[in-house]
T-cell receptor, first 114, second 112 residues
Framework: QKEVEQDPGPLSVPEGAIVSLNCTYSNSAFQYFMWYRQYSRKGPELLMYTYSSGNKEDGRFTAQVDKSSKYISLFIRDSQPSDSATYLC??????????????FGTGTQLKVEL | DAGITQSPRHKVTETGTPVTLRCHQTENHRYMYWYRQDPGHGLRLIHYSYGVKDTDKGEVSDGYSVSRSKTEDFLLTLESATSSQTSVYFCAINPDSRGGYTFGSGTRLTVV
């Protein structure tokens, strides 16, 4: 069983829709939770990160963490064609001596159609 | 991507040949990482470095070695390339200890 599970999609929605992306995890040691966006043939770029359970909002994006259920979500409001990309959840364990090690979900491919 | 470059961007090589990929950063960060990305598996950690000459293995390190002789450069070597190592390789730096990695643009490697 993978430490981080993510539905690969693809997910297709009309422009303006609310998108919900989700991941579950099994490792209770994960401390920080992140969402990355990856456009085709590009490297992943950090969208949001959070530490505690609850919601964090940034513009049209809301990240939600439920540590008791080991479940994280990313919501995209008023989705745009430019949001079409692969979204990767990631979780980190802090290494002794500093630094950290990220574990990624497999990514969900999202397409927002006109 | 700002501050981190990978070379080459694309490479085709033959089975059994050694291959070295280079990651260069201009931001003097201590931690650097090599990941590979494959369909159905996502990004998986190959090796990482926490300083000059200090490296450690990730979850898929077999067949790979790394070296870091300078803070700015982190090299990934495939000792004897195999078809299973056909993948997209990403280097990352960790400017934020909480986990906000910055990734390079990737190297697309094909082993024939």
């Amino acid at each position: 069983q993978k430490e981080v599970e993510q539905d690969p999609g693809p997910l297709s929605v009309p422009e303006g829709a609310i998108v919900s992306l989700n991941c579950t995890y099994s490792n209770s040691a994960f401390q920080y939770f992140m969402w990355y966006r990856q456009y085709s043939r590009k490297g992943p770029e950090l969208l949001m990160y959070t530490y505690s359970s609850g919601n964090k909002e940034d513009g049209r994006f809301t990240a939600q963490v439920d540590k008791s259920s080991k479940y994280i979500s990313l919501f995209i409001r008023d989705s745009q064609p430019s949001d079409s990309a692969t979204y990767l959840c990631a979780m980190t364990v802090i290494l002794t001596g500093g630094g950290n090690k990220l574990t990624f979900g497999t990514g969900t491919q999202l397409k927002v159609e006109l | 991507d700002a501050g981190i470059t990978q070379s080459p961007r694309h490479k085709v090589t033959e089975t059994g040949t050694p291959v070295t990929l280079r990651c260069h950063q201009t931001e003097n960060h201590r931690y650097m990482y090599w990941y590979r990305q494959d369909p159905g598996h996502g990004l998986r950690l190959i090796h990482y470095s926490y300083g000059v000459k200090d490296t450690d293995k990730g979850e898929v390190s077999d067949g790979y070695s790394v070296s870091r002789s300078k803070t700015e450069d982190f090299l990934l070597t495939l000792e004897s390339a195999t078809s299973s190592q056909t993948s997209v390789y990403f280097c990352a730096i960790n400017p934020d200890s909480r986990g906000g990695y910055t990734f390079g643009s990737g190297t697309r490697l094909t082993v024939v």
